[in-house]
């Protein structure tokens, strides 16, 4: 008996702006050390970085003939997906996009295409009585607001006993108001500007519309110019309010009963979504509780959700957050 492993073929890999380097690398060279031949297609927001990795990639020895460039918006990609000659997808972005590039995969003629995909998440941080005020409203503040909110495991719902939410609240907010927005370059700054024009209004009519008809709890200020998103912190009365991963520093919180951590979890679990996770609690009790019963593929505990490093702690999600293997590990 002989076990032989070989490549694919040739695999698209279509990368995300959020982290320009580390996924276009990550799956570029994942893809090619499995045995395959690569067409990259990076965010169309974020081609240069992508440009300059290829170009050293090619000066340390990989063959041109094996490492394809092939910058361009999302018409590249669906048609990468549509190619018959491709016999692999690794995609990280929205969730949306991935449905699209799943059903044009199954679609096509031929051998069964595996897509590997990385996608979004209403991410949720669970914080009991017990938890130290001090430390979730830095780990809410880091995991909500830094990078301006646009990770892909960046904090969107914050569940807070409400014996204690009073107090969390305020702190998390007083946190907030202390950050620093602006140029990126300058040290001093912890919050620079959203990807472009279009996600900003987006973000700004979600803004809108929780203004209207939920409690606003803190509102940061932006300066007059630039693609900048002010931190925001929303009061819902309900989780179900949200119901799709907003991709910005907005932060929306629903308190909850010590009785009422199943329907929490269930809530949670309801969504579909399941990418990254927090739980805040000093009782091992309510922590393997939480972990045990919910499929998310990055559980953090008694910290920030946003510091999975690459190359040591590997990531994905479940459900519509994604296929399962790990990018990035």
């Not at 019963?293 to 505990?301: A, D, H, K, S």
Request: aromatic content about 4%.
């Amino acid at each position: 008996n002989t076990l032989q492993l070989r490549g694919r073929g040739v695999f698209a890999a279509i990368s995300p702006w959020n982290f320009p380097l580390a996924i276009f690398l990550g799956q570029v060279t994942a893809a090619l050390m499995a045995g395959n031949a690569v067409v990259a297609k990076p965010a169309e927001q974020t081609p240069r970085i992508a440009a300059e990795a290829v170009r050293l990639l090619h000066e340390a020895g990989i063959p041109k003939t094996v490492l394809h460039l092939m910058p361009g918006d999302g018409h590249i990609g669906a048609a990468l997906a549509a190619h018959r000659d491709i016999a692999g997808v690794v995609f990280t972005g929205s969730t949306e996009v991935a449905r699209s590039i799943n059903r044009t995969l199954a679609a096509k003629d031929g051998p069964i295409v595996p897509l590997i995909a990385e996608t979004g998440g209403i991410n949720v941080m669970i914080v009991d009585a017990t938890a130290l005020p001090e430390q979730v409203a830095d780990d809410v503040v880091t995991s909500a607001f830094r990078s301006a909110g646009q990770r892909c495991s960046a904090l969107r719902l914050l569940f807070v006993q409400e014996d204690v939410a009073d107090r969390m609240i305020e702190m998390i907010a007083g946190a907030a108001r202390e950050l620093k927005i602006g140029d990126p370059s300058d040290p001093a700054t912890h919050i620079g500007p959203v990807i472009d024009r279009e996600a900003k209004n987006r973000l700004e009519a979600h803004i809108t519309r929780m203004t209207r008809q939920t409690r606003l709890h803190f509102a940061g200020k932006v300066p007059a110019s630039g693609n900048f998103v002010a931190p925001h912190i929303f009061e819902l009365t309900d989780a179900r309010e949200l119901t799709e991963e907003v991709f910005g520093p907005i932060l929306h919180v629903v308190r909850y009963r010590p009785s009422d951590l199943g329907a929490v979890l269930q809530s949670i679990d309801d969504s579909g979504y399941g990418l990254t996770l927090g739980v805040h609690s000093r009782i091992d009790d309510t922590i393997e509780t939480i972990v045990d019963r919910l499929q998310v593929g990055n559980i953090y505990v008694n910290r920030n959700m946003i510091g999975a490093v690459v190359g040591v702690q590997p990531f994905g999600g479940h459900g519509l957050s994604g296929t399962g293997p790990k990018a990035g590990g």
